[in-house]
């Protein structure tokens, strides 16, 4: 009588086994971190680098200038913003300008008059205030100016 002894595959029940896993479930698995894994990664590599970041502080709307010379100088500032682009309405003469942590800065958009219009001020959104300087043609002298914000229309009420 001879003796069959079972080969070593089918003792063990591994066919198409590796240590105990089947290769379908590794492979699942192993495709399961690539699709799921690595985006979750990625989205907490942004969040992580994106926590140090501030939004610009919103300084759009209208504003009251007072000015020293106020005849020189338009009775209020039309600032329009998107993020760190800022657009400025300031009498007849449109300005663009970028908006920093405490200061915005414009310039004139169109090269037409004899100079350019330039406003440069310190912003402090929290107290409605903003100081600085604003240069407009036909005099293009920069005019010492401080602007309060103008509470919103309410709905109905202009513009």
């Keep these: 009588m001879l003796l069959r002894l079972p080969c070593r595959a089918a003792a063990e029940g591994a066919v198409g086994r590796t240590k105990g896993l089947p290769i379908f479930a590794m492979k699942s698995f192993l495709l399961y971190l690539v699709l799921v894994g690595l985006p979750l990664a990625g989205l907490f590599g942004i ?6 970041l501030q939004a610009p ?3 759009g709307g209208a ?3 007072a000015a020293a010379p106020r ?5 209020s500032l039309h600032l329009s913003q998107s993020g760190v682009h800022l657009s400025v309405a300031a009498g007849g003469a449109r300005l663009d300008g970028r908006v920093g942590a405490d200061r ?3 310039s004139s958009a169109e090269g037409a008059g004899p100079c350019e219009a330039v406003l440069e001020a310190r912003v402090d959104p929290a107290a409605g ?3 600085g300087t604003l240069a407009l ?3 293009c002298a920069p005019k010492a100016f401080e602007a309060i914000r103008r509470p919103p229309a309410k709905r109905g009420e202009g513009h």
Aim: charge should be positive; glycine fraction near 4%; avoid cysteine.
């Design 57 to 59: 502080p919103a300084v």
């Design 104 to 106: 915005v800065f414009a």
């Design 137 to 139: 043609p036909p005099s």
């Design 47 to 52: 969040l992580h680098l994106g926590n140090r």
């Design 71 to 75: 005849a020189a100088l338009p009775d």
């Design 129 to 131: 205030r903003m100081s």
């Design 63 to 65: 504003w009251a200038v």
